[in-house]
């Protein structure tokens, strides 16, 4: 069985800190800082980050103006005419952002890490936003592809140890990309469950009977709704009549059997 590659997927952030309710430094001014004292020079440090140099002044009056002391100075005089450096208070902040980068660096890497489940997560988001008719919908695994001339017969494996049949086309098969391991989900209409309590040797022609116990039977005026739970923790929904209910004399906690046939499943896949 081949197993379905994984899409090569990344978490990407970076840290921005914020004053008086205006974000002030990021990565690009903090380069910009350390082109600063590297250069000596606003004009070189503009040129180096690709902007201007009223650009620049611009980013390191608004840092100025927001820090509690400035983090760059002019400088006058000298062989050179003077320039532009970081202040102590300027060389302190390019140090402390740079070890808070590294910490959150780790941390997105830490999320990487969990990115399988992190898109399991994201799957159950997009099973649990479908809007589908029917009232049983399920999330299953393949576990045997049974292929004829014009149908097949697709096994599937809920949670724990449930088990159902699904019959389709082979030209369904093939538009939904199936194959032993595929995930699934599974639909089948309410009113195509028949719900029974004693299936003793009975002999059925639907493959599908699973064994569960009756957790709630709410009645209408003439049908009603009952669901039962199985034992890997599934639901099945079934609308009967009254008379059933009462012929067959249901009661919350007696183990019953949804009985449905292959046909009236449908599948899909996101």
């Not at 400035?70 to 300027?90: D, M, N, Q």
């Not at 959150?104 to 830490?110: I, P």
């Not at 149908?151 to 098969?173: F, M, P």
């Amino acid at each position: 069985m081949k197993k379905a590659k994984t899409k090569d997927m990344s978490v990407l952030g970076e840290v921005w800190f914020s004053k008086a309710g205006q974000e002030f430094l990021g990565h690009s001014r903090i380069e910009l800082l350390e082109k600063i004292d590297q250069y000596g020079s606003i004009t070189k440090a503009g040129k180096a980050q690709g902007i201007s140099y009223k650009t620049a002044w611009e980013q390191v009056d608004a840092l100025n103006n927001l820090a509690d002391e400035p983090l760059v100075i002019r400088t006058t005089g000298g062989r050179g005419g003077g320039g532009t450096r970081l202040t102590e208070a300027g060389q302190e902040v390019v140090k402390r952002y740079r070890m808070i980068q590294r910490e959150h660096e780790r941390f997105l890497q830490s999320i990487g890490e969990h990115l399988e489940e992190g898109e399991k997560f994201y799957q159950f988001l997009r099973k649990i936003n479908m809007k589908v008719s029917a009232r049983n919908l399920w999330s299953g695994r393949v576990e045997k592809i049974s292929r004829g001339e014009v149908n097949a017969l697709v096994e599937l494996q809920l949670k724990g140890e449930d088990r159902l049949s699904a019959l389709i086309t082979t030209e369904s098969l093939e538009a939904l990309g199936l194959t032993e391991g595929s995930e699934v989900l599974a639909m089948v209409k309410a009113p195509a469950v028949m719900i029974v309590k004693d299936l003793g040797s009975a002999r059925l022609s639907a493959i599908n009977s699973l064994q569960g116990t009756v957790r709630t039977i709410i009645r209408g005026t003439v049908n009603a709704d009952l669901t039962l739970e199985l034992p890997g923790g599934s639901t099945v929904s079934a609308t009967m009549t009254l008379g059933s209910v009462q012929h067959l004399e249901l009661q919350e906690g007696d183990t019953a059997w949804a009985v449905f046939q292959e046909s009236n499943v449908i599948l899909g896949v996101l």
